[in-house]
């Protein structure tokens, strides 16, 4: 089973600063790595998909890279509305394919 | 757009089976494939399986032994079903629609439900 650790589990900024978080695999997902905003008592919305590309409606602020093990999201400049917990997902190979996640980095002000 | 809602009882006893449905509405579920995720409280997501729209199911290995899914295209709905439930399987379930890549195969979950929290309690 593929690992996912996100880090750091918790990252304190002010609106407009830069935010970056990171994820790592335990083993090459190529670039099939998706990232999640959830906000509190929300439902997660699928921000990236394959490792860089925005979901429909998801501001430019929002951007994502990296492949194999690697991955990164990065918020240009932090909205108070961004102030959330953002998880990385993968899926194993198919077609016996299980999802998972990572436990998740919370962006607190 | 499509949406999805998840309902069913809000607590069930312990060695009891929980049930939930998803109904899916502004689009068919045939097509499709469609998943069940669960947040502790407080806690992080966890994939519970996977239903398509003709039937066939994945789930993940660590309930495998005691979930079952199903899927009724005339009512656009799919449902859930968990055996001999703990305090453990206190959570938030969440159904959701999957991404598919331009090979046929779920991705991602490009769509949620708002969730429905399951207390287990006598």
């Known amino acids: ?109 | 757009q499509v949406q999805l809602q998840e309902s069913g009882p809000g607590l069930v006893k312990p060695s009891e089976t929980l049930s939930l449905t998803c109904t899916v509405s502004g689009g068919s579920i045939s097509g499709y494939y469609w998943s069940w995720i669960r947040q502790p409280p407080g806690k992080g997501l966890e994939w519970i399986g996977y239903i398509y729209y003709s039937g066939s199911t994945n789930y993940n290995p660590s309930l495998k032994s005691r979930v079952s899914m199903s899927v009724d295209t005339s009512k656009n709905h799919f449902s859930l079903k968990l055996s001999s439930v703990t305090a453990a399987d206190t959570a938030v379930y969440y159904c959701a629609k999957h991404k598919v890549n331009d090979y046929g195969v779920p991705e991602y979950f490009q769509h949620w439900g708002q969730g429905t929290l399951v207390t287990v309690s006598s």
């Open chain 1, 1 to 109: 089973e593929i690992v996912l650790t996100q880090s750091p589990a918790t990252l304190s900024l002010s609106p407009g600063e830069r935010a970056t978080l990171s994820c790592r695999a335990s083993q090459s997902v190529r670039n099939g790595l998706a990232w999640y905003q959830q906000t509190a008592g929300q439902a997660p919305r699928l921000l990236i998909y394959d490792a860089s590309n925005r979901a429909t409606d998801v501001p430019a602020r929002f951007s994502g890279s990296g492949s194999g093990t690697g991955f990164t999201l990065t918020i240009s400049s932090l909205e108070p509305e961004d102030f959330a917990v953002y998880y990385c997902q993968q899926r194993s190979n198919w077609p016996f394919s299980t999802w998972t996640f990572g436990q998740g980095t919370k962006v607190e002000i």
